[in-house]
């Protein structure tokens, strides 16, 4: 199924924790609040492509992640921010970014308050997947995890797939390295069975599974100044879509490295003391 595209009429107010200042808007077409990302924000458009393609494999693995949709910002929007600094961001994105839903009520993830809500099964999903799609934003530092309704989410995976910001660099070898930052993830030290989530998750990455993910994300954003084709790197959406899907079959084929990695991560962890949280959303 298609992801939703919505209009945004109103800006609700900035969430201020990230650096490239996401925020709560409103839309005409469902009348719900969405957490927008902005295409005119930090490193442009590849941001917003990792957050649909790993977004929408996750959600794709049974992994819990907010809803997605597309959110085009109309010229008009934004022009009562009284902030420069915000009506410049949303000036430079007009047009489409991309939203994910407001959860209302959430809180930071702790693993005080909230660690019997992540079983070691599920904590262990979450480690493998995150080290397949190079994830490094998962640490006690910043666990980008929100718990609502007593549930956890995942959120927030701009900083994932980061060899895609030079994709010239990109050969077999760096495809299929280990992901040694797994050695941060907040969950690993409580996570299960490693092996037993690859097991259950890698078979499931198929070719045709990637190529639908893939369809999610729109031309303008690969073809966007800041995207892999308007940078000149690809030829065209369609030659950007196949790229990303040949890089995430390639790096799930076996053997993984990263799963060996994070299994070597794991034992280290379990002998450390627990990492205080300093989580932020």
């Known amino acids: 199924m298609p992801l939703p595209a919505l209009v945004a009429t109103r800006y609700v107010q900035p969430l201020r924790e990230g650096g490239s200042l996401p925020a709560v808007v409103d839309t005409a077409d469902d009348g719900g609040l969405w957490v927008a990302k902005f295409r005119g924000a930090g490193q442009g458009a590849r941001v917003l492509i990792a957050e649909l393609v790993v977004g929408g494999l996750a959600r794709a693995l049974g992994l819990p992640v907010p809803e ?62 995150d080290a397949f799609v190079t994830n490094m934003d998962r640490t006690a530092r910043n666990p980008n995890l929100l718990v609502w309704q007593r549930k956890p989410w995942l959120i927030d995976h701009g900083a994932a797939l980061y060899v895609h910001h030079d994709w010239r660099g990109v050969d077999e070898a760096r495809t299929r390295a280990p992901f040694p930052l797994v050695r941060q993830h907040v969950l690993l030290a409580r996570s299960g069975d490693l092996a037993a989530a690859d097991a259950a998750l890698a078979p499931q990455v198929t070719e045709a599974l990637l190529a639908g993910v893939l369809a999610d994300v729109p031309d303008t954003l690969f073809d966007d100044p800041s995207g892999p084709v308007g940078a000149g790197e690809l030829p065209g959406a369609e030659a950007a879509r196949a790229r990303y899907v040949e890089y995430l079959t390639t790096r799930v084929r076996a053997p993984r490295a990263f799963v060996e990695t994070a299994i070597a991560a794991q034992a280290d962890a379990r002998r450390a003391p627990p990492q205080r949280l300093q989580a932020r959303r």
């Open 68 to 129: 997605l949709a597309l959110l085009e910002l109309p010229p008009e929007f934004g022009r009562m921010e009284r902030d420069s600094e915000i009506q410049e961001l949303l000036r430079k994105s007009v047009g489409c970014n991309i939203g994910m839903r407001y959860l209302d009520g959430a809180f930071n993830f702790d693993a005080m308050a909230a660690g019997d809500l992540i079983d070691a099964d599920l904590a262990a999903r979450i480690v493998w997947f």
